[in-house]
């Protein structure tokens, strides 16, 4: 097991989840109800700041893990740039992360450059990955998450008008099992001026996975490399614009549990033997530095996808 694939973990884990930044409490209508949809125009460029801080522990049973873990620190600008608007509301984004720094124990690793990203989102924040996924890190992203059906920025909005108090469900599939998100509308909140929705998220995210020999997941355990089993819990509070439900600022923390069991050769190869496991707690803030108008070039057609499943309560 290579310590960038904890890294990577790490960022599949951290990337779902989102402690609250106050702002000043504005009196909302308790009857009054919310129809929350995220609407795009051609031309926006939003730059958002992200940070991640979490502790990493990894142990095995024979002893002392060969990686130390400890405190690992990730940050990045993220701009998200809307090139097109479909008919039915859903819209083509150009997303891409710039001067990402990550330290490991205060020691600063390597961080290459990240390609652009084209995805399809829909009215309620659902991405579909259209291209920039031929890089390892995305390759090995695809094989784990269903890149057709994720929370883009980490929230998927309800399907069906919601009063303060009201909660809803939400499933997305995975290779790992299906994520569930439970959301609920907390309030109004006034953020640097701009009306918000504070929304509050729980997701359950299995990390259950069998990889083979060739690094793509199998079905059969008996066809396994390693296997890995473990669950992601995350806490989240999203403050979103009232009127168009662009997110203004998301923090939250993450707990997870995860048992990594090397199979046959790979056991025998392994510095740590055949078992490991991996705990991780973490937290993370992403807010938005600006909003512009920018020119846009609309990309290649993307083709249709499949919808997400949710349960109103």
Known sequence: MKMSFAVFMAGVVLFLAAPPLMGQDKQADPDKTYDIKAKYAVGDLLKYKMQMNMNLAMTVPTGASPFPGGEMIMSSGI???????????????????????????????????????????DARGVGKMRSGLNTPGMQALSQVMNLQQMPTMGVVLPDHPVKIGDSWDSELPSTMGKIKLASTLLGVEAVGGVETLRIKMVTIMPLD?????????????????????????????????????????????????????????????????????????????????????????????????????????
């Open 79 to 121: 701009k998200y740039k809307t090139v097109a608007v479909k008919p039915d509301g859903s819209a083509v984004i150009v997303m891409q992360a710039e001067n990402a720094q990550v330290s490991m124990m205060g020691n600063a690793m390597p961080t290459p450059p990240s390609p652009p990203i084209t995805m399809e989102v």
């Open 209 to 313: 996975i069998k990889m083979g020999k060739t690094g793509t997941p199998v079905t059969d355990a008996a066809a396994a490399m390693m296997i890995m089993t473990g669950t992601a819990v995350t806490n989240s509070i999203l403050n979103i614009q009232a009127d168009n439900a662009r997110i203004i600022k998301m923090a939250g923390d993450v707990k997870t549990d995860m048992k990594m069991e090397m199979k046959g050769e790979a056991a025998s190869q392994s510095p740590f033997g055949g078992e490991m496991n991996m705990k991780m707690d973490g937290k993370m803030v992403m807010s938005l530095v600006s909003a512009q108008k920018v020119p846009a070039v609309v990309p290649a057609k993307i083709p249709s996808g499949s919808s997400v499943k949710t349960n109103k309560k």
